[in-house]
């Protein structure tokens, strides 16, 4: 695991993208808002190209936010007039969008990278031709497929939608007494992908990056915790052995080297009782699960996104400390304008806020998230566990 034990050192054999050059963000997200500030700190200009409206978490930190679909040819071409390097901060960009900007600009990660895991049964497919351990699946388009697939796979299992799944979205699962006609209605005209349902024991993470040139600086297993399909909590470092933790870092370099990925990405993954791990999904761009690095990492998973993606060496992907990272949804807000008080959290001498900027809070949205650091892992989550009582 050399590739992935530490960081690379300055090479020069490519040309780096220096200041006083400028980032293209594709999408105005909170994920886009955080590469921002570490471009700006590092005397970068950021443009955002995004279909929200002006304003977007990421605009805010932007020099130029051009708002507009991702299909209008004329807006595009005035945004890639005015960047250097281009990156997406989601993955849901529509393939047309990502072979233009591939055809005037270096995009990182390139479009191989973001069309194959936008969608399901790419990215599915992508693993099994890889060798890349994950659950057991099938590919249907009709109820006669789903029948099939349920059949050899065994129930339970879960059904998903082959493209625009996330947070728990698109998905159902199929129980010993579930009737399969009504479980297909909500697929039915879609492809689909059923999976092997893995009766994990907890769930992990790898978020890490790799260069023009193909280094690899990894941060370590995080341990995550959800509810109702989304993130809640993770715990960093992950309390899994050392031989878990290795599976999970040799799965995230397959995964990178597989889809020649430049650029910061995060697999999510299972731990089984029998000790295997198992992909589950990856992101091609920074993670939820990845936030705590802000804090507790000598480089975060944005600033190696912005090295990378500008062809320069990574840093030191290095833990200082350990942290536990609580996601801070919508439903904690007392009203859609109204925040909560959030004096316990700023009181606390070792956790840090952050907020996204987001115009107003509904349930279920990713509104914020702190990062609580602590001599051990232990203290963390006690602080996590008192803090979360009072707001």
């Known amino acids: ?213 193909g280094r690899m600086a990894v941060h370590g297993v995080v341990e995550n915790q959800h509810a109702h399909h989304i993130l809640d909590v993770s715990l960093a470092p992950a309390r899994v052995s050392p031989e878990i933790a290795e599976q999970a870092l040799e799965l995230w370099e397959a995964v990178a080297t597989g889809l020649e990925y430049v650029g910061t990405m995060a697999v999510e993954l299972f731990v089984t009782a029998e000790g295997r791990v198992l992909v589950n999904e990856v992101a091609p761009r920074p993670h939820n699960s990845g936030h705590y690095t802000i804090d507790a990492c000598v480089t975060n998973q944005f600033q190696q996104q912005m090295r990378a993606i500008c062809g320069l060496s990574l840093g030191d992907p290095t833990q200082h400390t350990p942290a536990v990272m609580v996601n801070l949804l919508g439903d904690v807000w007392p009203s859609e304008h109204v925040h909560p008080d959030w004096s316990p959290i700023l009181g606390h001498p070792r956790a840090k806020l952050h907020l996204y900027g987001k115009a107003s809070a509904r349930a279920k949205r990713k509104m914020g998230h702190y990062t609580v650091l602590g001599d051990s892992l232990d203290e963390a989550l006690d602080s996590v566990t008192q803090l979360r009582t009072r707001y």
């Open 1 to 213: 695991m050399s590739t992935t034990s530490g960081f690379a050192p300055l090479s020069m054999s490519f040309s780096p993208f220096l200041p006083p050059s400028t980032i293209g963000i594709l999408g105005g997200g909170q994920l886009g808002r955080m590469l921002a500030l570490e471009a700006r700190r590092s005397g970068y200009r950021v443009a955002v190209f995004t279909d929200e409206p002006p304003g977007c978490p990421a605009g805010q930190f932007a020099d130029v936010e051009i708002n507009a679909a991702y299909d209008d040819t004329a807006a595009l071409e005035r945004f890639l007039a005015q960047v250097d390097v281009v990156t997406a901060e989601f993955e849901n960009i529509p393939d047309a969008c990502l072979q233009a900007v591939e055809a005037v600009k270096p995009l990182r990660p390139g479009r191989k990278a973001i069309y194959t895991t936008q969608h399901r049964e790419r990215e599915k497919l992508f693993l099994r031709e890889n060798g890349i351990a994950c659950a057991g699946f099938r590919i249907v388009e009709t109820l006669e497929q789903l029948e099939t697939a349920v059949a050899e796979l065994g129930r339970p299992c879960v059904i998903k939608t082959a493209a625009f799944g996330y947070d728990g979205k698109g998905q159902a699962k199929v129980n010993t007494d579930t009737d399969l006609a009504t479980a297909w209605q909500p697929f039915e005209g879609h492809h689909a992908v059923v999976e092997q349902w893995i009766p994990f024991v907890c769930e992990v993470s790898v978020v890490g990056a790799r260069s023009v040139d």
